[in-house]
């Protein structure tokens, strides 16, 4: 049996990866103050269609929509910025208007599957409530691009600003005369007339539209000056960006700055995105609250991600024979049962006090199998990252001593069984 089309299984190499990024994004995201949250995957439809527009691509082709038993239209989420919304205009407007919040978890868009591209994939955004300058802008862009340095990656951000209300009309009314002269793709006929701004990032049309009229050239006096505003504050942080005139981003409820991080060597899928949303509280039926945000896809990002060196060799492994196991069983028992007593007993050699750490601190295990040769027993303890491996054999059984294997040092030793029973309980 196969999965689905572009999902995927997540284990060994890249499951590691991914909890290294949740782990950092958590420490990290927390330290500034940010709250985390987990919203249901699956939430209204109207609460995307409303927010995201009804001629962005993720509304016109990529939900996953069914009809629920009771006859309500139901989706599973394609982003997070909508959901966040509807949780802050329920939860804290009142009691904590100004909110940052973070989430993790899987997005669902049935996209048509490519590299870097898939129909679940893992986001990590954050998203700030309550602040309208310009310096909620540029700690945004900040803290996205400190945030991409601690994992390593190396990244550009692309920033615009989309103007507002005072100026974008005037340019989505010069796109559009511009636009007739194109001969576009279906969606971009219906966009051009509810939304041309979206006519500008459509997959099929980009090629066409290298000489469309810039949202620079029309910018009013304050979307100028905080856009400068920005761009001076990055600079200052060592932030590596360009302003990208073309840039506008896919969904509708974007207003004033926008951006998007690109690895350094693969400028073709943003490995974050995001933007202010003024208005969209408002819209979803809020009070009236700036907020920005951005999100970033974990299964882009962990190709671009070195693992610390393999984590060190830790722990005791129990190998033993047919004959032997009601011994090695008594003594796992003994081993787990006991604490860390290495405080509490006159310590008679280094060695023990070495082996004692690894099982009270750390891994404890047995084999499972008697059947199975040592051998074997030994190739799982290695490749398992064991430290130790303990060997009870019908020799050991009978001098009164366990052979230790020192996977680490590669050289094996023999302990008194009736000594090392001092640290057991
Ligand atoms: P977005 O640009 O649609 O924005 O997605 C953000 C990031 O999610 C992308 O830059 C990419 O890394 C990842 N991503 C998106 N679609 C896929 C996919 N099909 N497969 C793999 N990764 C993907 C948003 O979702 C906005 N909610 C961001 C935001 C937050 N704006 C304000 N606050």
Known sequence: ??????????????????????????????????????????????????????????????????EDKDGSQVVLRPEGTAPAVRFYIKNLQYSKPRSKIFYIGPMFRREKPQKGRYRQFHQIGCEIFGFGS???DSYL????????????????????????????PRYIEQLREYTYSKDLCPDCVRRREKNPLRVLDCKIDAEKLNDAPAISDYWCEDCKYNFDKVCKYLSDFSVKFRHETKLVRGLDYYTGLVFEFYHKDDMKSAILAGGRYDFLVEFMGGKPTPACGFAMGIERLINFIQMPSRAPRGGVFIAYTEDTREFAFWLFRSMKESKDLLRQKKVIDEKYVRIVEEF?????????????????????????????????????VSGKFISVRDLEKSEQFQISLQDFRTFLQ
């Open 141 to 168: 862009i900040y803290i996205a691009d400190s945030f991409l340095k601690k994992l390593g990656v190396e990244s550009i951000a692309l920033v615009n600003s989309i103007g507002c209300r005072v100026c974008r």
């Open 360 to 396: 009270t601190k750390g891994r404890l295990e047995i084999n499972l199998d008697p059947s199975r040769g040592l051998k074997s027993q030994f190739r799982q303890a290695d490749s398992e990252g064991y430290k130790f491996i303990f060997i009870i054999g019908m020799e050991e």
């Open 134 to 136: 310009g310096e909620s």
């Open 1 to 66: 049996m196969q999965n689905i089309t572009g999902t995927s299984d997540i284990f060994g190499e890249a499951l590691e990866k991914f909890v290294f990024v949740e782990n950092t994004a958590r420490d990290y995201f927390s330290s500034l103050g940010f709250e985390e949250i987990r919203t249901p995957i699956i939430e209204y439809q109207e609460v995307f269609t409303k927010s995201l527009g009804d001629v962005s691509d993720i509304v016109m082709h990529q939900m996953y929509s069914f």
